[in-house]
């Protein structure tokens, strides 16, 4: 089991950026699929990105040019880097790992960003 916890998160304005990181209580971080997912209130929780253990990047098309997804391996973290944020990114984003072998999944308690003026 991989413990998850997620920081960065907050109020931000319209056009801003923010940082978002993941920290992975694990011996073996590399063998996980990380990913970053959101859910809106009212909505379902959705994909924004994953990156893979051999560090193959996958984007929402709705955030694909305005946000990056990178891991560190040795720091066991993974980090979501937002530019350009609108209102409707509005949501708690949650980490999510996937074991590569057996597909176990993990998850964070998420984290709130709001984007408002």
């Known amino acids: 089991q991989v413990q998850l916890v997620e920081s960065g998160g907050g109020l931000v304005q319209p056009g801003g950026s923010l940082r978002l990181s993941c920290a992975a209580t694990?011996?073996?971080?590399?063998?996980?699929?990380m990913g970053w997912y959101r859910q809106a209130p009212g909505k379902q929780r959705e994909l924004v990105a994953v990156?893979?253990?051999?560090?193959?990047?996958n984007y929402a098309d709705s955030v694909k040019g305005r946000f990056t997804i990178s891991r560190d391996n040795a720091k066991k973290t993974v980090d979501l880097q937002m530019s350009s944020l609108k209102p409707e990114d509005t949501a708690v984003y949650y980490c999510?790992?996937?074991?590569?072998?057996?597909?176990?999944?993990?998850w964070g308690q998420g984290t709130q960003v709001t984007v408002s003026s």
């Open positions: 694990t011996s073996i971080f590399s063998i996980y699929h």
């Open positions: 990156i893979t253990s051999g560090g193959s990047t």
């Open positions: 999510n790992a996937v074991h590569q072998f057996s597909s176990r999944a993990d």
